[in-house]
């Protein structure tokens, strides 16, 4: 199928791109990637009057570590996450996670910028930022802002960015050495939609657990935290008794989702499933 009809523009700064955003209000869709909006519109499950091609605005491609936190602009290809040197010293979560994202040319030209925006429901990153507690810079006509992780995503594919803004910069904090963390997902096959993903960070002193953060891809209506599961963890220790009880407490506090993929009960079972294995391994792995 073709896309419906459509106004192109390739502004060469991200003032311009702004600049169109407002002044075609809600009729306009930025394009980072293309990976997702692209064949939306072709089977004409999205039919934007305007594009706006972020691809030609420089400075929106990089990864730096600063102080205690690594800042990667919001055009920065999935591709050059996975072999950057900074990510894997600084966030292994993520660069574990970027490996189930699609395939070789899903990630060539998926952006990170553009798979948080997007806030697909079985997105890996959303559920690294939730992991990670990072946190988002966008612009807009207000000027510029931080959104942390726990208040961007809304629901599915929608997040609380205004119709104006844009996604400039993701912020994730380093991962300490020692910290223990893990992905476990269930698809089809390697590389399809997660039909169930779990993200886990533990911060452990012995057998106590000073930090437990559980985040999901896939189960839900949007990338979310297991709060009431880290909270076992956080009070009852690293156990396998008390890494069961949390897995079975993240499958109760769930609303799962129902589709031709899964019913809500089996994405239920996933998800105990995956996140007592991904604490295990957390637990017994070392940076």
């Known amino acids: 199928m073709k896309p419906a009809s459509f106004d192109y523009h390739a502004p060469t700064s991200v003032d311009d791109a702004l600049a169109l955003l407002k002044s075609h209000a809600e009729d306009a869709r930025l394009l980072a990637g293309g990976q997702s909006l692209l064949p939306m519109m072709n089977f004409r499950l999205a039919t934007p009057a305007v ?126 050495r020692g910290v223990g963390f893990a992905v476990e997902e269930f698809a089809r096959r390697h590389g399809d939609f997660a039909i169930a993903a779990v993200a886990v960070v533990i911060v452990r002193d012995g057998n106590r657990c000073k930090r437990a953060r559980i985040a999901t891809a896939g189960i839900s209506s949007h990338a979310s935290r297991l709060r009431a599961a880290e909270q076992v963890l956080e009070e009852t220790g690293l156990s396998d008794g008390a890494i069961a009880d949390a897995a079975k407490v993240a499958s109760q506090h769930l609303e799962p989702l129902s589709d031709k993929n899964a019913s809500a009960d089996f994405r239920r079972h996933l998800a105990s499933v995956l996140t007592e294995r991904a604490l295990q391994r957390a637990v017994g792995k070392k940076q």
């Open 51 to 176: 594009i706006v091609d972020l691809n030609r605005i420089p400075g929106l491609a990089y990864i730096e570590r600063e102080g205690d936190v690594v800042r990667i602009g919001a055009m920065t290809r999935q591709r050059a996450i996975e072999f950057s040197p900074v990510v894997a010293a600084d966030l292994p979560l993520l660069r574990e996670a970027i490996k189930f994202v699609g395939h070789l040319p899903t990630r060539s030209r998926g952006t990170i910028g553009g798979s948080i925006a997007n806030a697909d429901a079985a997105a890996e990153i959303p559920m690294v930022l939730q992991a990670l507690e990072g946190e988002v810079r966008v612009r807009g006509p207000q000027g510029e802002r931080s959104i942390a992780a726990d208040e961007l995503f809304l629901d599915a594919m929608t997040t609380s960015l205004a119709p104006e803004e844009m996604l400039t910069e993701v912020r994730l904090p380093v991962l300490s």
